[in-house]
């Protein structure tokens, strides 16, 4: 039964969206349609294992592609690869890298996802280097539209720890925060022909990853940049509101999470907090909803479930936690010590988790308590990136490869 439910449901949302970018395609972490039964299955079986080459940046799947950006030595490479493990093409360009010495344990990258801008939007794909290269791919050749590495421009071209934030695409426009510490733009680039369109410059990126938010009609970019929250106009790039948002060491790397008029955000030692987006005229402000200290996000980014904020805390060395989305108020914490980071994607009425120890997780998203239902080795190796979960099938990037383990 749960093989039969999964397949139908999955095949559905492929075929409608995928899987195109970080998180998803609206970067909630959820995927819709997906409505698996019981019972759970008690182990997972590995189908194939690709060597990919290094790096965090998390697979993206379309139309039956599998779309994966890593390291080879000194270059960094996209792949397509079929849902069997056959390679479609590979591309690949230079790109040189100095890991930071406190991050030299995370290794060379690239640690940002492709986003896949969709057949409507002349099937690019979009990746951003380790070093700040972003590059726009033909999705069904691996041909290089267009690339642009601003060392020209900017005095640096990733930030500390290396580029993290993964691009977003929008109505036409390929939106991507380039440069490097304390001094970098949020900018719009034509996603034909990557000519640019708009950039607030208000400060350097974070490693945080940007979404397209609406409110009152007006379509916002909302991020966290290296010291602020931000949310600027997706039409022309201005400021509409911001408030100062500073974690030790720079680390915003929280995606930040959009429930009706609040923005949930969090980072590195800092509260899980949230701010209610409003209009007055022509002014727009994000005022304080509500904070919870008993929780704290550092690189894990929550997701939402029928009124309930779900992440990993950083606390007692990795913890799930669930919030009221809209008080703040804590359900529960589960258990520590399962992870130094965890991805979690909500997946119907379950929630998977895979964390850093290369386990994955199936859960309830309740608010009763922390619902383990079955727990599954699924690499040898650290597994940072989100896993993809498509017909039959999930694929998990560890160190350096790509796994693929069949639903049963």
Known sequence: MLRICCALAWGA????????????????????????????????????????????????????????????????????VDLKGKPRWRAAYPAPYKMNEFAVSHGPGPKSTPVHAGSAAGGRVITLGISGILSAFDAAT??????????????????????????LVAEGLCIAHVGGHDHGALRAFDLETGEPRWSFDGDGPG?????????QGTKQVVTQTQSRLVGVRLGDGKLLWSLPFTTEYDQNSVT???????????????????VRVSQDGATWSAAPAWSNSEVSQFMSSP???EGLVFGLSMKQKGQLFCLDAATGKTHWKGRGRLGENAALVLLGPLLAVLTT????????????????????????????????????????????????????
């Open 357 to 408: 120890d290369a386990e994955l997780h199936l859960a309830k998203p309740t608010a009763r308590g922390e619902e383990v239902l079955a727990t599954y080795k699924v690499a040898d190796s650290a597994t940072w990136a989100h896993p993809l979960f498509v017909p039959g099938k999930v694929l998990v990037k560890d160190k350096s490869s790509l796994i693929c383990l069949k639903l049963p």
């Open 142 to 167: 691996g041909e290089t539209r267009w690339r642009k590495d601003f060392s020209k421009e900017l005095k640096a071209t990733s930030p500390l720890y290396g580029a993290a934030m993964s691009p």
């Open 13 to 80: 949302v492929l075929s409608a969206e995928g899987w195109p970018g970080w998180r998803g395609a609206r970067r909630d972490g959820r995927l819709e349609g997906l409505t698996p039964s019981t019972p759970i299955p008690k182990s997972l079986e590995v189908e194939w294992k690709l060597v990919v080459g290094e790096g965090h940046a998390s697979p993206i799947g379309w139309g039956g592609t599998v779309f994966v950006f890593s390291r080879e030595g000194e270059e960094e490479v996209l792949r397509a």
């Open 207 to 215: 490693y945080a990853s940007p979404l397209l938010a609406e409110w």
């Open 256 to 274: 930040a999470l959009v429930d009706g008029d609040h923005v949930i955000y969090s980072g590195y030692q800092k509260p899980v907090a949230a």
């Open 303 to 305: 997701v939402l479930h």
